[in-house]
Each structure stands twice: as C-alpha cells, then as structure tokens.
C-alpha cells in the first residue's frame, strides 16, 4: 500500500510539474469521454432501461402479422394491435402467461383543477397494474372490477408524476371527482413513484379502465367489434418459460380463438386461409413497447459510434503526448534502471500518471456530459416523444464515464509504458541531446498515431457531409403545400363533452370567427394534421376498376374543410373544391389527388365517378368524385406521395380533434395570441393545443435528422481539433528534435521556403496515408447509413471532395507554425542547440 501511495505522489509531481501536458491531455480526454458520455445517456434511457415494473425480463409483447379485415389503429406497427373481443378470448386462462393487459393511448382534457387543459391518458385493462406489479402510492389501482361493462367503472388512477405536478402530492384528493372529457370520474389512487406507463416517450397521466372508452373516447366505439383493431397487448409468461416455448404453448390456443373469428369476418376464401395460419409472436418486453425505441435506434447507435471514433482520436492524441513525454524522460530512465529499479515498477509509474489523466479527464468528461445533456434537452419540442427524456445523470452514466476513463488508462498509456521504460542505458547515458534511435522509433510510432487519427476525422467529416447533404434535402423536398404565412392550431371539442354534431357546428363558427380577424386570407380545417406522423387509410371500391383478384384498394385519407386546398396552396386539377353546402345530409362527395387518378382512372375522367369504403361484393360505390388535386406530402417528409382521398370534414362520422389551418399575411407568430382569444370567447372549456406555425411543424418534423447532423458536424470538428492538436504535437516535436540538421541547412544556403516545406513534406506524408484509409472507410460508413439518408447515397463525390477539403484546411492549421518557426530558426543558436 506504502508502494501505491509513493506512485501516485510521484505521478502528481510528475503532473505538476508539466502543467501544459496535464492540461492538455485532460482537456482532450474531457471532450472525448464527455461526448460519450452524453450519448450514452440517451441509449441508455432509450434502448438499454428496463421498464420499472416487477420482473421486467418476464414481460412479451404480443404481435399478430397477416391479414385482417376492419380498421386498425396503431403507432406503426400495425401487427401489434387487436380488438377488445379477441384480448378478451386472448386473457381467459392462456397456458403460457400468468395475465395479460391491453392499454390505449388516447389524449384528455382534463377540468376540475381550476381550468380546462390537456392531458395524456391510458385506457387499461382492469388487471393492468396487477399484471406488472405496480403498487399504489396512495389509495389502490385499478382491478377486475373495474371492467365490467360499457361506462360502468367511472374510476380513475393518477400518476405520481402528474399528482405532484397537479395536486402538489395532496393526499385528500383521493375519492374526490375530475372531470375528464366531460365524464366525472373518482379518483381511486396514485400509481407507484418511478412507473411511467409502458412506452418511452408516452408518459400517462391519468389511467381509466378500457370500458370507459364511449364516455372517454367516443370517436369510435369498437368494443363489441372484432373488426376494428385498436389495443396494445403485453403479457407477463410464467416462471421458467422461455419466449419460443411460450410461442409454441400459445399457438394452439391462438389458433382456436383465429377460427372461432372467422364466422365473423367476410373473407374470400385465400384470405381465410391466410388468416386461419396466423401466428402468435412475442417480443421481449423488458423495455416496454419499442415505437420509440425502433425509431431513434438506428440514430443513436450512429451516434454511438461516432462518439466512439472520436474517443479513440481523443486516446491516440493521449498516447502520443505519454510518448512524447517519454522522450523527454529517457535519462531519468536510464539513470533508474542504471541503480537497479525494475522495468515493470517504472511500467508502473508510468501507467499510474496516465490512469491519473484517465481520471481527471473522466471527472471532467463526465461534468462535460452533464452539460452536453441539459443543452440538448433544452432544444427538444415540449411535445417531442424525446421530450420525455431525463437530463440528468445517473450511477449507470457515471459507471459507463468511469470505465471508459480506466479503459482508456490501460489501453493507450501501456505502449507508451512500454517504450519508455525500452531505453538503453549505455546509450542514453552517452548520448547528451544527441536524437537517439529509440527517439526516431518514437517520432515513427506517432506518425502513425496522426496518421489514424486523420482517417479516423476523414470518417466523421465524411459522415457529418452525408447528414448534412441528408438535411439540406429534406428541407428543400417539394412538399406540394405552401407552408409560408400558415397557422395551426389544434381543437377536439369531444373531450369536452360535445357530441358529433355539436363538433361540427363548433368547428365551423370557430373558422367565421377567426376569418374575421383582421390580416387572415382564408382558413379551413383537417381531422389529420400534416406532417406529425399521423395518417389513416382504408380499403375501397372503385366504380369501373376490378383489381387482381385476391388484392385490395387501400387508399390513405383524410377530412377537410372548405378552402383547404386553397388555403394549403395546394393546386386544383380539375372539377371543385368542397362547399359549405356538402354537409351530412347532403349527398356523398370526395376528392382524390393525381396518384390516386393515375393508378386507378387511367384513360378515364375521375370527375362524376363515385367511390365507396370498403370492398366486397355487397360494397356499392356511393360517394362522388367531384375534384382532382395535385399530389403532395402528408405523414412527413421522408414518405412519398400516396393514392389520397379527401372527404368533406361535415360528412365525418366520427367525432375528434381536428387542426385548423389560417392562412395570414402578417407574422404567424402574432396571429396566434388572437386565434387563442376567438377560440376562449367561443368556448373556454375547449382548450387550444399545438399552435404553431406550418413552418414550425415542418421543422419540428425533421428533428430527428437536425439532431443527428447537428451532432455529427459537432463530433466532426471535435475529431478536426484533436487532430490538429496531434499534427501539430508531432511537427512541433519533429522540429524540436531536428533543430540542429535545420541550422546547418540554413547555414548551407536553403531557403525559408526549403525548411518550410522540409517540415509540411511530414504533415503531408501523414495526411495522404490517412487520407486514403479514411476515404476508403468513410465508403464503407454511408453504406450503414444509407438508410438513414434522404436522397443521399454512399457514392456522393461532393461528400468526399468536401472531406478532403476540410482536412487539408485542418493539416495546414496545424503545420503552419511549426513551418513558421522551423523556417525562423537562427542557424548560430541551432548550431550550439543541444
């Protein structure tokens, strides 16, 4: 012990007494290991946490891929949805699960608190909470009793988050009444602290049984329809079971509950068959649902590794500056080993000063990640799925910084050790400034340190061109709309108690209200806001066009008001907009854009043709074609035009939210204050929600692409300075070490312009070998990216060209002021230089 404590006071005089080295070596290993640290942060709470529920690892979630008939409503995968009669036949006594739960998603406008306001909400099953463990924090949970039949359980169970937040941790409101979507409900309990729901960016606040669904969410009432998919499943299976056993003991009584639907279902007879071979699949549920999850997975594991990349750059720069200061140390050296101290005890001390920087720079890469953190949660959108995420570190972060930092020690300060303590003491002793053959070893061990280091920022100024080039696309992408001078706001009077008819009436005395406001040129409504990610689609039949057999007509869609076209900037091809007049007692109509024309109508005039949801034999068209559109974008950017079909917003026969869209000619932020005001005056218990402009939400939508480029252009010029500051260690060491050889070149006659390029000729050897390997795997980059990539592929010249730029500019930076001195150097002080 005696031993260990006299290292380390040696290794921190050691340190003292070379400040510049300290500091550099910290500063560089703080930007590499805090830049891992941030993003390891994210991964961990997006892929790696564990949901905080009893015995997470039991969990599965259920999927049913094949064919199916109805409605499906989903957050993209549309396999993992089911009806509440199939999770019904799904619960009752599954030989492989000890239960079963279902939840929904579903948006609350919440009053009783003083106003009206938003809130998320989960529709559940009742043995929800019992199925994952979760215990009260105050009163109960939900249980069996609370499903029983249609509106019969007005109970409700708050979240710890959202009873802190709303009520202050009161324990009195327990079996006090909230009003929530018009529908008193009892509030029965809170649920345990830490439980967020079963999906990383759906934080619920209050959980409501599933047979509450009419009085909570009364768009459509599928809970007595076997066609309409809307639930979630997530099973707990019994102990000792693995996730192909419990497949294997579940598919026979999935296969009874398939056939005992088919009655029900009106399918040809290939699809019947097909949907007779349906198959349960589970998927490991310690994580909850994976929307999230297999969204932002490919980003961070990017990420991951460019952070990952940039830390090795940071620990090649260690290892060059440990070798360096080895250099200077070898008569210290030699004198050591001369009076008989072992090699490994000054391996030893030289691993225990690199292990001391590894932790300093861990310290302060970690106070670093911090930041990086609470600076990148700042610019998430508060209604972002990323918006849920902590910004704070936790002992898995610090345990992850830690190790990198001891990893790194071990790693990039042994060869260094190494060489050294590899002195030979005849020669060392004899040699008095004399460059030594061990130094020339040296100076080539840390050109090939540079050398890596440059292809290694070749890769990531490769990798930020390529999401660079990926954004500058997207943001140029023609999206069909003209989004300049439009606001959005978002209104659902069902949750406020109103009925289909009372919604329609609202939304159109809410649009003659903001019309009249002064500086606004039209305004319409859709019940699908543009580019959130959200669309609805459906089979259909088509007066005059028989598809293949055994294939269906699917049409994406959506419900608009009058002007929406107009407002949207959106071009009419041919017959008319929708009317004030196309109501729900008038006759049927719609309008389909030019891809839904060209796929369906070719050679023929869609205008006058009649259209029909649904498809079989007792499908009768019934709704007219009364206008052509041109094709534009919808769910996103990325997406590609789709057959569309609009219908008339008053011809809806389901009650919901709907976005409306005010085109204005002044500033669309000041118009929003003015749109809140109509809308409070027409009914302050509706409240106003996502008010923004059309612009805001095209950005908002390619947040994602924005955070990645910004942190790969980030991570790019990091690689950049710490390559900079490598080329330039080593020039600035090769100059030191040849001062001599300069002098007498001067002293001969060579010019400034000789001695310069004598000391650019190293950077530029390095920068070409690096230059070449980093190309070449900079290639083998966009290949794994390219599918993160909009429009944009692995084989970009202008990407590469870039890159190459970029470094030579890096390289000339560096090896400018070493040149500068090197051709400066007084040929009589050179001379007597030792």
Known sequence: MGTVLQEIRFALRVLAKNPGLTFIAILTLALGIGANTAIFSLTDQVLLRDLPVKDPAQLVILRSPGPHRGHTWSDGDDAASFSYLQYQDIRRNPPAFSGVLARFETTL??????????????????????????????????????????????????????????????????NKSLTVNGTPLTIVGVSQQGFTGVQIGQLPDVFIPLTMKPQIAPEFDSLADRTDRWLSLIARMNAGLTIPRA???????????????????????????????????????????????????????????????????????????????GETRQRDVAVRLALGAGRGRLVRQFLTEALLLAIGGGAAGLAAGAWMLRALAGTIPADASLASLNSGLNWRVALFAGGASVLTAILFGLAPALRATRANIETTLRDQGATTSASRSSARFRK???????????????????????LLNLRSAKLGVQSDRVVQFAVDPGESGYTLEQTHSYVARLSERIAALPGVSSVSAARIPLFEDDDSSGNVTIEGYQPPPDVEVELYRNQVAPDYFSTMGIPLIAGREFRLSDTATSPKVAIINQETARLYFAGRNPVGLRIARGSGNDVHPDIEIVGVVANSKDVDIRTGVRPF???????????????????????????????????????????????????????????????????????????????AIGLYGVLAFLVAGRTREIGIRIALGATQGNVSWLVLREIAVMCAVGLGAGLAAAYVAGRLIESQLYEVTAASPGVYVAAGLALLCVAWLAGWLPARRAAAVDPMVALRYE
């Open 109 to 174: 406008s919440v009053a009783g608190l003083g106003e009206t306001e938003r809130a998320r909400g989960e529709l559940v099953s009742g043995n929800y909470f019992d199925v994952l463990g979760v215990r009260p924090a105050l009163g109960r949970t939900l249980t069996m009793a609370d499903e029983t039949s249609p509106g019969a359980n007005p109970v409700a169970v708050l979240s710890y988050g959202y009873w802190m937040r709303k009520f202050a941790g009161d324990s009195s409101i327990l």
């Open 247 to 325: 497949e294997a003991e579940m598919q026979p009584y999935f296969s009874a509950i398939v056939a005992n639907e088919l009655p029900f279902l009106k399918l040809s007879d290939k699809t019947a068959k097909e949907y007779a071979d349906k198959k349960l699949l589970l998927q490991p549920g310690e994580h909850g649902r994976m929307t999230m999850q297999n969204q932002f997975r490919a980003p961070l594991l990017s990420l991951m590794a460019m952070v990952g990349v940039v830390l090795l750059i940071a620990c090649a720069n260690l290892a060059s500056l440990l070798v360096a200061h």
């Open 448 to 470: 090939w340190l540079v050398a890596s280091q440059v292809a290694l920022t070749v890769v990531l100024l490769a990798g930020a061109g390529f999401f660079v080039e990926s």
């Open 645 to 723: 079909i609009y219908t008339p917003y008053a011809q809806d026969t389901r009650a919901g939210g709907v976005t409306l869209y005010v085109k204005t000619q002044k500033n669309p932020a000041s118009m929003i204050a003015a749109m809140k005001q109509a809308a409070a005056a027409l009914d302050s218990n509706v409240p106003v929600f996502d008010a923004k402009s059309l612009d805001a939400q095209i950005q908002e939508s390619v947040y994602t692409d924005w955070l990645l480029t910004f942190f790969a252009v980030s991570l790019a010029g990091l690689a950049a300075l710490l390559a």
